[in-house]
């Protein structure tokens, strides 16, 4: 299984920016919680939000209300939409896969967002 991330780039604080990951490989989605993590630079990964198989949902406390996580489960595809931008939202944000029922999980490789004027 490969998760393959896609839109993360430079953007202006206020700014808007939409991730997507898509999952390619054989696997069933149910169970998978769908989540996205970040990491700056000296500091330690973590979630930003997360979307499960029913759809609930669960945001870090920083980021609620201005960003919104959605997924495709038939696509294998969870979507991140950024709005209002901070420069304290720059990092490298992951994409993941969790299996609620098994130890499986999966990652994405990563890609950039920098908040920056």
């Known amino acids: 299984v490969q998760l393959v991330e896609s839109g993360g780039g430079l953007v202006q604080p206020g700014g808007t920016l939409r991730l997507s990951c898509t999952a390619y490989?054989?696997?069933?989605?149910?169970?998978?919680?769908m989540g996205w993590y970040r990491q700056a630079p000296g500091k330690q990964r973590e979630l930003v939000a997360a979307?499960?198989?029913?759809?609930?949902?669960n945001y870090a406390d920083s980021v609620k209300g201005l960003f919104t996580i959605s997924r495709d489960n038939a696509k294998k595809m969870v979507s991140l939409q950024m709005s209002s931008l901070k420069p304290e939202d720059t990092a490298v944000y992951y994409c993941h896969f969790d299996n609620e029922r098994s130890d499986s999980h999966y990652w994405g490789q990563g890609t950039q967002v920098t908040v920056s004027s």
């Open positions: 490989g054989a696997f069933f989605i149910n169970f998978y919680v």
């Open positions: 979307v499960a198989y029913g759809g609930s949902t």
